[in-house]
């Protein structure tokens, strides 16, 4: 089982960053995937939340309207579109995948966001 978090980096106040979660060994579109982040000297908070068909989505109010999550099952890949960008917003990224029905839940290794001017 293995989710790989990639798409962080350094970027302006204003800017925009892809995240991208590839995942495999497991099925995919059995699980209802999410972002969560952390901040220095701050608890990992919920991001986004995108369901298992791609059906409902849920964002944090602070990213609402900013932030998009989307999936491609056929893939096994989860999205976070981020625009707008904030100093704010700067943490680790982390994906998450959760089949609720038998409790298995799966972390990627995070990915880096600063921004910063």
């Known amino acids: 089982v293995q989710l790989v978090d990639s798409g962080g980096g350094l970027v302006q106040p204003g800017g925009s960053l892809r995240l991208s979660c590839a995942a495999s060994?497991?099925?995919?579109?059995?699980?209802?995937m999410s972002w969560y982040r952390q901040a220095p000297g701050k608890e990992r908070e919920l991001v986004a939340h995108i369901s298992s068909a791609g059906g409902s989505t849920k964002y944090a109010d602070s990213v609402k309207g900013r932030f998009t999550i989307s999936r491609d099952n056929a893939k096994k890949t989860v999205y976070l579109q981020m625009n707008s960008l904030k100093p704010e917003d700067t943490a680790v990224y982390y994906c998450?995948?959760?089949?609720?029905?038998?409790?298995?839940?799966?972390w990627g290794q995070g990915t880096q966001v600063t921004v910063s001017s």
């Open positions: 060994g497991f099925t995919f579109s059995r699980y209802d």
């Open positions: 998450n995948a959760n089949w609720v029905v038998v409790r298995l839940e799966y």
